[in-house]
């Protein structure tokens, strides 16, 4: 075989889909009936604890709406980056640029044995403005823990949660086994409203944030 020179291949500027515009959708409504169905499951799932009838959690839903039309998802699409798919690089994100973190990934990562709420609460934050350094504004968003919830009733039959529980931590007070504490939903619900309250202190808005928007979600605020 005779050798021969590769051509160069170049594909050209990326291309996106075109911009569509927003569709506003109500969802009260909405929201009050999934969350009747889904109150209405837990409580026939815990209800017979043996010899369990009713299915899971996604057959029970196609089983009560086995009459109705599913509607088409309308779905849209983030601008494309020009720049090869393995680039790893900050400088390839347009600035300014938002960045949102999973706050409780983050949270089951600390090693909190034996420190103060607050020394928890100050390391995370470390941790936070270290994921989004490269961006002006860095949304923080944590998991809702409600006790109605599918999640919480599997827990309670896997028997998650028996440690004690913390109803009023208080920055001072030092955690002695982390990981078990965090085997509590209440107790992780606890932790989150205890850190978007103490972030608010100005020995943190003044000296970590640097000018960076910090956005908190937690529950429905």
């Not at 017979?48 to 039309?69: A, D, H, M, Y």
């Not at 085997?183 to 978007?196: E, P, R």
Request: proline share 3%; hydrophobic share 35%; aromatic share 8%.
């Amino acid at each position: 075989m005779d050798d021969e020179t590769v051509p160069i291949y170049n594909a050209g500027e990326r291309c996106g889909p075109h911009t569509r515009g927003c569709v506003e959708v109500k969802l009260n409504q909405i929201m009050e009936c999934a969350w009747r169905k889904n109150l209405l499951w837990v409580l026939v799932r815990i209800h017979t604890s043996q010899k369990q009838s009713v299915p899971g959690w996604t057959g029970f839903n196609i089983l009560v709406r086995n009459n109705q039309e599913v509607a088409k998802d309308n779905v849209g699409y983030l601008p494309t980056i020009n720049v090869p798919a393995t680039t790893r690089s900050a400088d390839a994100i347009p600035q300014p640029s938002a960045c949102v973190i999973d706050g409780m990934a983050l949270v089951q990562c600390l090693k909190g044995d034996k420190k103060t709420f607050a020394a928890v609460a100050e390391t995370l934050l470390c941790r936070v403005l270290n994921e989004g350094g490269t961006s002006d504004r860095i949304d923080v968003v944590f998991d809702d823990y409600r006790e109605e919830s599918i999640k919480n009733a599997e827990r309670e039959n896997r028997g998650d949660g028996l440690g004690s529980e913390y109803r009023n931590i208080q920055a001072k007070h030092k955690v002695k086994q982390w990981r078990r504490f965090l085997c509590s939903s209440k107790n992780k619900q606890a932790f989150i409203l205890f850190v978007t309250s103490e972030w608010k202190k100005e020995k943190y808005t003044a000296e970590k944030l640097s000018g960076k928007t910090l956005v908190v979600t937690c529950g429905e605020t």
